[in-house]
């Protein structure tokens, strides 16, 4: 055994613990309860992912930007879903009703928005409905022909009624639609005979809405494009002074909503509502990954205890060495409090990193310690020089794996991604403080409460075994096939991990199952057709937004229709113009009647009203006769009875009165020709829609006190392909920023966050290769054998990449921490076996006796107990990590108990085979 400087250090160290362990405790326990009472009273979770990433890069500046001056960039939305079939429409209409104003009310919440008043909108913004929807109002305005191509108004009642029959005839069967259809028709055919009648009996009437004007409600909801989904759209208001600016504005909605709910009229309605929203979606994200990761580090602390229970064959030895871990965790928790301050996402999961990680410390002592106890006298003393021995074997190995796992950590510092690097600092910092308490508070509580030797049960006598190294010599008895069958098991994992593994930047599959937000926000776009993914391109003017929309729609993976203030210019407003001037030319000059005074009638024109009159009591009367709907029948015999009415007047009426009463009836049509030629003419204005043609509300979200607009783009995708998909999100990305290089956006800041992590890591894992092999080779002072520690951690590494592509996963923003975490964790058996074989080459199986194999063993299934347990999280990313990382561990270990025996008799052997000669 080499005698250096920290041979003497670990020796002197470990007679201060075991001479004064009272004072190491109590230190110890005033330092966790200092550390409990500063966290309790100090430590907030950080929900926001944005909070995450340095405010310093361009690309997040641009996003900031677009967040804090478009007020509708972080908008909650309230979904109420009227069922597939739209059958409960009624009930969500009036949900979202009474629901409005209840929100309006509460004090963190500004703008509130569910519906939008009709009467904002001007004629021609038509054009911005879907084409079946523009044919559907542009039929009604069509009907306006039959007013303004009237020559008088008996002429207007022969073309409504061949309107009438010509309708009647193109309706093949008398299905539920035609019928009420045609009796739309009737009824405004006889509000047209009973308008005559009061303008000729010389009443005012009341202005006739056009005939072209679809009656529709004032008051128009928001809806998905098929209408099954209704929303309601909040802008919450900040608490200035909290971490989580936006919890108590989305808790009183929460709350509001479900009140809203449980009344007794909803209960059993048949409509499903919900709350979603970024901010919502991480807010419950953290909220889940905190309580996965609590339940995984209570599982992982409960299963490791069992664990060195059944490995050492005693309770009261790893409960120590327990409670000397959650000292250690308590004053990480401190050291985060005082840092940090918060925990996020990604390092709510350290604890259970720590739980795998700094037990490890523990094991390794105890391990080394049993075999040596029973060498030294049962008193203080031989206690003392039992650890003092532990230490002097064991310490070295322990330093060196402590410090390559801490090094792994602390190289993500060095990224521009903050909660990678928070994460980083956190895990690194932990490990470093478990291998203080399991130097000193551990050896410290062995010493008050397990001094003597008398209590350790005997290696030979034990049953339960985690290693025997005869489950290794046959490896070590074959070692050239055993080398070369692991090298090309990693050459041919390395292919095909480098041909086939890709980063999949798709935070879907990584959202946890049973986020209501999530499902929601999923379900806008499956139930609603409407898309939560898009680019957003912000414009000073107008005149920007259409030359990048024209852009844009040039490029094959963008929709050629756009959101914001893109919806001023839908991609199909080329055909519904093209449909408006052909009206146009239709109507001719008609379109622009000449105003006429009043002038009394000729008699050819009060003749003319006469004949027309009773040519239609005798048509409607002779209708009635035929077989017909009984709706339509009644509908017919009602507009008899105002003919009739007409006709009967027109007899009674003294004859010198009938010029100057068909002459205001005459003046009325003029009247009512100019009025709707006056609206036709609105509707078939074809110039640029402005934002003063829709109502402020519906674009006051895209839209900044500096004037400028924001344009969202949205990606073409095929059915069940994911925008998020690494096989398309790079290449739409690439083609937005081709027009406009400083798009932002969630879809943007996703694929951004995701390129960022991924460099960062790969940054941090080569880094943390680099500074593991300078540990390591400082520690050897050999690079033969510095490479050979690092070996296993090559194979498991290869390998595990290799079998995630089988199990079709990818390399994703929870799981691409493996690659610093396993070369500062995975290296650490490699060392142990390493520094067993410099103290004892003779030894078969070279490195694992004794108990190193035990101990590398018993410490590597700790660390898979702590990532395994992650695999029960409802969040998927965290169960991604701990999937992955527990399997590159196993392998590691594997490559440990075989590669490295036979690669250390095949140097034996060479170096035998050197002597000789």
Known sequence: ????????????????????????????????????????????????????????????????????????????????????????????????????????????TGDVTSTLD???????????????????????????????????????????VRALRQSSQNQSEDSEANIQQTLDQINQFNQLIKTYHAVLAGEQPADVTLPTNEQTDSIQYLTSPNGRLYFIRITPLQEQGKLNALEGAIQSIDQTLKDQRNQPQYKDAGIEVGLTGIEVVEGQETAIATRDSTLATIIASVLIAILLMLAFHSVRGPMLAMIALFIAIAWSFGVLTITIGHLQVISVVFTVILLGLGIDFAIHLKSSFENLRHDH???EEGFRDALVQTFRITGPGILTGA??????????????????????????????????AMF???????????????????????????????????????????????????????????????????????????????????????????????????????????????????????????????MLFPHDEPTKIQIIN?????????????????????????????????????????????KMPQAIKDALNQTGQSILAVNKDLLQWQSDTLPKRVGQLNHWFNKLQNQIADQVRQVLDTTALTPDDVPAQLLKPYHDARGRWALEVY?????????????????????????????????????????????????????????????????????????????????????????MQLFGMQINPANIIVLPLMFGIGVDSGVHVLHRYRQHPEDDPPGLTQATGKGITITTLTTVIGFACMMLASHRGIRSLGFVVSLGLVLTLLACWTVMPAWLVLTQRIRAKRDMK
Not at 403 to 415: R, W
Not at 592 to 598: C, F, G, L
Not at 756 to 762: C, K
């Open 1 to 108: 055994m080499v005698k250096d400087r920290r041979y003497y250090l670990l020796g002197a160290w470990a007679r201060l613990v075991a001479h004064r362990p009272r004072t190491v405790l109590i230190i110890a326990v005033i330092l966790a309860i200092a550390s409990i009472m500063v966290t309790v009273a100090k430590l907030q979770f950080q929900p926001n992912r944005n909070d995450l990433i340095s405010p310093n890069l361009a690309w997040n500046q641009i996003f900031i930007d677009w967040q804090t001056h478009f007020p509708g960039s972080r908008d909650l939305l309230i979904v109420v879903d009227s069922g597939p079939n739209l059958q409960h429409t009624d009930i969500a209409k009036t949900f979202v009703s009474e629901l409005t104003p209840k929100l309006k009310q509460l004090p963190l």
């Open 118 to 160: 009709t009467a904002g909108f001007s004629h021609r913004a038509i054009r911005l409905a879907p084409m079946s929807r523009f044919n559907e109002q542009f039929d009604h305005v069509r009907q306006s022909a039959t007013v303004l191509l009237a020559q008088t108004p008996a002429d207007l009642l022969a073309q409504t």
């Open 377 to 379: 006298d049962d008193s």
């Open 403 to 436: 410090f390559t796992t801490a090094a792994a950590f602390m190289t993500t510092l060095l990224t521009d991604f903050t909660g990678v690097a928070e994460m980083g600092f956190i895990a690194s910092v932990g490990v470093v403080l478990c291998l203080i």
């Open 440 to 566: 000193s508070v551990y050896p410290a509580l062995l010493r008050l409460v397990k001094p003597g030797h008398e209590h350790f049960k005997p290696m030979e006598n034990r049953k339960l075994h985690f290693f025997d190294t005869r489950w290794v010599i046959p490896f070590a008895r074959h070692p050239r096939l055993t080398v070369i069958i692991a090298l090309s098991l990693t050459a041919v994992s390395s292919y095909f991990a480098i041909t086939h593994v890709r980063f999949d930047y798709d935070l879907l599959k990584l959202q946890p199952v049973d986020a209501p937000a999530m499902n929601w926000a999923r379900r806008v776009t499956t139930d609603g057709g409407e898309s939560i993914y898009f680019g957003i391109s912000v414009c000073k003017d107008m005149q920007q937004a259409q030359k990048r929309m024209a852009e844009f729609a040039k490029q094959d993976l963008i929709q050629p229709n756009f959101g914001g203030i893109g």
């Open 582 to 626: 052909q009206f146009k030319d239709q109507l001719g000059d008609a379109l622009n009647p000449k105003p006429a005074a009043y002038a009394p009638a000729t008699s050819q024109q009060i003749e003319q009203l006469k004949t027309q009159f009773q040519a239609l009591q005798l048509a409607v009367n002779g209708a009635t006769f035929f």
């Open 715 to 803: 990606p073409k995708l095929v059915d069940g392909q994911s925008p998020l998909a690494p096989q398309f999100l790079p290449h739409f990305v690439k083609q937005m920023k081709s027009v406009d290089p400083r798009v932002t956006g969630v879809l943007m800041q996703i694929y951004q966050s995701g390129k960022l992590i991924r460099d960062a890591y790969v940054k941090a894992g080569a880094l943390a290769l680099m500074i593991v092999f300078i540990i390591v080779l400082i520690d050897f002072r050999n690079v033969h054998d510095a490479l050979l520690a690092m070996l296993p951690v090559a194979i498991g590494f290869s390998v595990t990449f290799a079998i």
